[in-house]
């Protein structure tokens, strides 16, 4: 597609409810990042992923967090047993090689979000 | 730890006003500052990117300059338009890594 689309736009759940949140990249972007804004909040690094190497999963914030990349396009990110406390707009971006922006294929894109409402 | 402060956090300006958005980083050790745009319900817009070797970027009516010794960022819109209402994002790269880490933005309103 044109962009990196983000699907679905809103989701509210109640709190204790598995949520899934599907991002697609820009096609042939090897690199995938998932990203979260809470109210008030800047930009918080969730996790990501390039190629066929292992995810850097070092922003999750905890283990009911979790997220797969299938076939190196399509990503699902998974949080089980949701708390209020997840309510947030979770952004997905792409880029074609990863690494700094800047440098060829650095430049991260981004889609629109989901905003997730834990009731 | 890199920590990246943005002031103001909002601001409200007749059209046609001059501007200034800030940004200030803990870390001068850094590598590129990117400004990014934020509408409602839409992801993030690229506006400006400098890398650590320069001083500044222009595109159009937007000037972004970066003193990294002082662990500044300073953007700078002339002759604002309603079309600027946005969120207005700073994002340092550093310590080599090549994820970011984010101011909480300034939002902006420009009125008629």
């Known amino acids: 597609g044109a962009g990196v689309s983000q699907s679905p736009s809103n989701k509210v759940t109640e709190k204790g409810k598995d949520v899934e949140l599907r991002c697609d990249p820009i096609s042939g972007h090897t690199a995938l990042y998932w990203y979260r804004q809470s109210l008030g909040q800047g930009l918080e690094f969730l996790i990501y992923?390039?190629?066929?190497?292992?995810?850097?999963k070092s922003g999750l914030p905890s283990d009911r967090f979790s997220a797969e990349r299938t076939g190196g396009s399509v990503s699902t990110l998974t949080i089980q047993r949701t708390q209020q406390e997840d309510s947030a707009v979770y952004l997905c971006?792409?880029?074609?090689?990863?690494?700094?922006?800047?440098?060829?294929?650095?430049?991260?894109?981004f889609g629109p979000g989901t905003r997730l409402t834990v009731l | 730890k890199q920590e990246v402060t943005q002031i103001p956090a909002a601001l409200s300006v007749p059209e046609g006003e001059n501007l200034v958005l800030n940004c200030s980083f803990t870390?001068?050790?850094?590598?590129?500052l990117q400004w990014f745009r934020q509408d409602p319900g839409k992801g993030l817009t690229s506006l400006l990117l400098?890398?650590?070797?320069?001083r500044e970027q222009t595109s159009g009516r937007l000037n972004a300059s970066l003193d990294k010794s002082s662990g500044r960022s300073t953007l700078y819109i002339a002759a604002s338009q309603p079309g600027d209402s946005a969120t207005y994002l700073c994002?340092?790269?550093?310590?080599?890594?090549?994820?970011?880490?984010f101011g909480r933005g300034t939002s902006l309103i420009v009125h008629p």
């Open positions: 870390d001068s050790a850094i590598y590129n």
């Open positions: 400098i890398q650590s070797s320069q």
């Open positions: 992923f390039q190629g066929n190497s292992a995810p850097d």
């Open positions: 971006a792409s880029s074609l090689t990863g690494g700094l922006p800047g440098l060829a294929g650095g430049q991260q894109f």
């Open positions: 994002a340092v790269y550093s310590g080599g890594s090549y994820i970011p880490t």
